[in-house]
């Protein structure tokens, strides 16, 4: 019986659509292991512990040798990446999991830009960063833009033009997104 209920389970996650722009865009391709782990990762401390013993931080200098932003299912596959990575991975699968969640840019104590996800469920407000979540953002952190909506072909944060990027909104702007 239990296994039939996992068949049947891994069954719905290969044939339903995924949730995000990532999953329409040309050229990305699902796997049912990527499905399995976005489905189990159902809590920022599952998914930052996930984090923590699959995933290793490395500049896309070291990668690509230009700022690049991986796909979740580029980041899976890759097993590594930056903080964009991470907060892109962190957003997809905390989105499936129907938190509300932001992208947010930060400017840390030592001036320097770092990307996070803030996710919302049940009136709990939580930052996760590459191997951490907060209930609070740290002391010294301040938000530098907010980045409501992963989607392909945009600016980055940094305004300048890559293959990937994101709408910028500031903070009380909003934007209506429609994907056919």
């Not at 209920?5 to 040309?26: E, M, N, Q």
């Not at 499905?35 to 070291?62: G, I």
């Not at 690509?64 to 580029?74: G, K, M, N, S």
């Not at 951490?132 to 953002?137: A, G, P």
Request: glycine letters at 2%.
């Amino acid at each position: 019986m239990f296994r039939h209920l996992c068949l049947f389970v891994v069954a719905i996650l290969i044939l339903t659509p995924a949730t995000s722009a990532f999953a329409r865009a040309p050229g990305s391709k699902s796997s049912p292991k990527f499905n399995y782990v976005v489905y189990k990762l159902n809590n920022p401390k599952k998914l930052v512990r996930y984090n923590w013993w699959h995933f290793t931080e490395m500049s896309d200098n070291e990668q690509f040798a230009i700022d690049y932003w991986q796909e979740p299912i580029e980041f899976f596959n890759n097993k590594h990446g930056d903080c964009d990575d991470f907060a892109i991975w962190n957003w997809y699968v905390l989105k499936y999991h129907e938190y509300k969640v932001q992208l947010l840019l930060i400017r840390t104590l030592s001036d320097k830009l770092h990307m996070i996800v803030k996710a919302e469920k049940d009136n709990k407000i939580r930052y996760i960063d590459t191997y951490s979540v907060y209930k609070k953002l740290p002391r010294g952190w301040e938000i530098e833009r907010i980045l409501n909506e992963p989607l392909e072909y945009q600016k980055d944060p940094l305004e300048k033009e890559y293959d990937r990027g994101y709408i910028l909104l500031k903070e009380g702007e909003s934007i209506s997104i429609s994907i056919k």
